[in-house]
């Protein structure tokens, strides 16, 4: 993939099948083995930056976008860039 932020996106031949987005690393549990302990109140990105990431991975021809974080729920704005996904 090239630059993000730019008309750059382009169909490659050699990119994976799916890509795993991490949303949001906030969570109501404080499980001691997760690896998402360390960056709970990390800085997350907007839903309009994730809108244009999303956006640009199926300009690429990649078809299977997941969503992963912490607890997806907290995230107010879940249902809008799961309706970006869907559409």
Do not use: M, W
């Amino acid at each position: 993939i090239t630059k993000f932020g730019t008309s750059e996106f382009k169909k490659q031949e050699d990119l994976p099948e799916e890509i795993v987005i991490e949303v949001t690393a906030k969570c109501n549990h404080k499980c001691k083995f997760c690896f998402n302990s360390f960056s709970r109140d990390s800085d997350e990105l907007t839903t309009a930056q994730l809108t244009e990431i999303i956006k640009h991975i199926y300009d690429t021809g990649i078809k299977v976008v997941r969503f992963s974080g912490g607890e997806l729920l907290l995230r107010k704005d879940i249902f809008e860039l799961i309706r970006v996904h869907i559409n």
